[in-house]
């Protein structure tokens, strides 16, 4: 028995006659008089049924219970439409199928929403019912392209000569940025496994293993606050190499970036990809992942604050601040007084005190509260630096370096868009490179590392270990695309003095890093070969392709921005003995 000799996006002209077996779900019912029409869907794409009374009068009786989501199997002919009733826009809108067979394989209950791409539905009900939701052209097209793109990176790695090596799940708790996900032992009480947030230690002892070329699709785990483009448990691209400049990593991943796009969406990429360094990102654009696609490039105009008599610019700059501005180029007829001040409110998310700005009218004067406070000479200067020109409207922010290029970089994305400056059909990939070593936490009042402490520093920076460490760069690299880091890596430490040096630039002394690290630590004391990689966030490098807004959209199965799954209800409560097996006690009261 057959449940299908066709998929019901298969059935044209050159069918007809034939006697076919179809098998999917009503997407829609028609009763024109006696006569019912059915769309059958499959994953494919649908088919029009049609039950005559007088072709069969028994399985056109049957049809009358028919319902939207019934799984039906069908039997009959596929025969020519009218010409009038051919529908264009449907891959079999020239045929339909008379049934003279029909099988009912499974009823449904009314659903919580229609299987329509446009109907509207909140994102909470949708992912209760996932498994309806996954029904709907677009997130069936959304879960085919992320097939395609892990197809796509498993071709290119077997053709260009890696394993595919499993790394374990339950692994060792180290201080990688976030929190980690504990798993209880039952086996070995008081001592807990932990869920990897990466592959990076496994895939450097692989590289100690004499693996030489490793990729994994790793699921990682971090227990972080979310937001639209994370999830507490995404999926990684994890790629190592031995032997290899960071040159050649790139070129390689740059080629497989380029492969990716033209399997998943069909764009071809025909150009070199730009190297930024990261210094010069954060001048221009106020951020490490800038979004290249439009201009309104960060004016630095310390200088000339520092001479003003604004004094919250002048204090600012006197104590080594920083004052920056972005021209939106022709923007005062989109931006009214109103948009400005939620953009000054916007900007206080990040830090940001205030937003002055200069409004240059058509006949060239301005309008401001703050040209008042500065000669005539500098409001010139200020200007001209930023070609400035009438209609356009000059930002300002005057702040510690973090929040200048926080609400800057920001405000830059948002005038972009509210001035229609971007073009989404481009997809602009760029490399960041050179990341410093160190980065400050307020928080901890301490450095760490930016990427990760086994990062390599680069050779013209290792003098500044002793002297300016917070100025050392490494040899380090992030794929950005359209403002999205989609992929970073680095070449990696693999001599064992270097690495304690590190360590110790954290404050994490030997002892310590032994505790946390030891078996890592051991294997590079057996020929370590120099070896670099890279690591690429699947989940945000399809969403950013797709041209989606949350990646909850890629991921077959997301969770909220609570990290809760509404379709299984996790987490939840355990039993009191689950517990006990495990030598653990809860303190929370039973409601």
């Known amino acids: 028995m057959y449940y299908r000799t066709h998929a019901l996006n298969e059935l044209s002209k050159k ?16 009763d024109h008089g006696g006569v019912i029409f059915i769309d059958l869907r499959d994953r494919t794409g649908m088919t029009q049924i049609v039950f005559n009374p007088e072709y069969n009068a028994e399985v056109h009786s049957k049809a009358h219970g028919l319902r939207s989501e019934y799984v039906l199997k069908v039997q009959g002919e596929v025969k020519a439409r009218d010409e009038i009733n051919i529908n ?110 990466s592959p990076q230690l496994f895939k450097q002892i692989l590289m100690v293993g004499g693996i030489e070329r490793y990729y994994q699709i790793a699921k990682c785990f971090r227990d972080e606050d979310l937001r639209a483009d994370r999830q507490p448990e995404f999926t990684q691209v994890d790629v190592e190499l031995s032997f290899v400049t960071e040159n050649e990593i790139m070129d390689m991943m740059e080629k497989l970036s380029k492969k990716i796009a033209k399997d998943v969406v069909d764009v071809d990429i ?56 972005i021209n939106a180029k022709a923007g005062s007829g989109k931006l009214s007084r109103k948009i400005i001040d939620d953009l000054t409110k916007f900007v206080s998310i990040y830090g940001a005190k205030g937003l002055a700005w200069i409004k240059i009218n058509e006949d060239g004067s301005y309008a401001s509260v703050i040209t008042k406070f500065f000669s005539e000479e500098q409001v010139e200067q200020l200007v001209k630096r930023m070609n400035g020109e009438p209609g356009d409207i000059l930002f300002f922010v005057a702040d510690k370096p973090k929040v200048v290029y926080d609400s800057l970089g920001n405000l830059r994305l948002q005038l972009g868009e509210k001035l229609d ?33 086994f990062t390599a520093i680069k050779s013209e920076d290792m003098d500044l270990m002793e002297t300016a460490p917070e100025k050392i760069r490494t040899v380090s690299y992030d794929l950005v695309l359209n403002g999205n880091e989609v992929g970073g890596g680095s070449l990696r430490i693999h001599q064992e003095e ?21 078996f890592f630590l051991n294997a590079f004391k057996y020929g370590a070969p120099p070896h670099g990689g890279i690591a690429f966030g699947l989940d945000r490098f399809l969403m950013v392709l797709l041209k989606e807004q949350s990646i909850r959209e890629v991921i077959p199965f997301p969770k909220t921005q609570k990290g809760q799954c509404l379709m299984t209800e996790a987490p939840s409560g355990v039993e009191f003995t689950q517990l006990r097996e495990l030598n653990l006690k809860s303190t929370l009261k039973k409601n």
């Open 270 to 325: 025909d150009y070199k990809f730009e190297k930024l360094d990261y210094n010069i990102a954060m001048e221009k654009y106020g951020s490490d992942k800038p979004d290249t696609r439009f201009g309104l490039e960060l004016v630095d105009l310390t200088d000339i604050a520092k001479e003003c008599d604004f004094k919250v610019f002048r204090t600012v700059a006197q104590k080594g601040g920083l004052v920056k501005g």
């Open 498 to 518: 270097t690495q304690e040096k590190v360590f110790k630039l954290l404050g994490l002394e030997k002892e310590e890093a032994e505790e946390k690290f030891g």
């Open 421 to 453: 400056l971007i073009n989404k059909d481009e997809y602009k990939f760029l490399w960041v490179v050179d990341f410093p070593l160190l980065e400050w936490s307020e928080e901890e009042k301490r450095y760490k590392a930016q990427h990760h402490p």
């Open 15 to 30: 069918n007809i006659g034939e006697k076919v077996t179809l098998s999917g779900w009503i997407n829609t019912r028609r």
């Open 88 to 197: 264009p826009n449907l891959k079999t809108g020239e045929v339909e199928v008379f049934i003279n067979e029909l099988e009912i394989l499974n009823k449904s209950e009314v659903l919580p929403f229609e299987i329509d791409d446009n109907t509207t539905v909140n994102e909470n009900i949708r992912l209760k019912y996932r498994y309806l939701d996954m029904r709907k052209p677009k997130m069936y097209n959304n879960l085919l392209k992320r097939s395609k793109m892990i197809n796509s990176m498993r071709n290119f790695f077997m053709e260009e000569d890696f394993l595919e090596v499993d790394t374990p799940v339950l692994t060792k708790s180290t201080p990688e940025g976030a929190r980690d996900f504990l798993v209880p032992s039952r086996m070995n009480e008081g001592k807990f496994y932990a869920l990897p947030q």
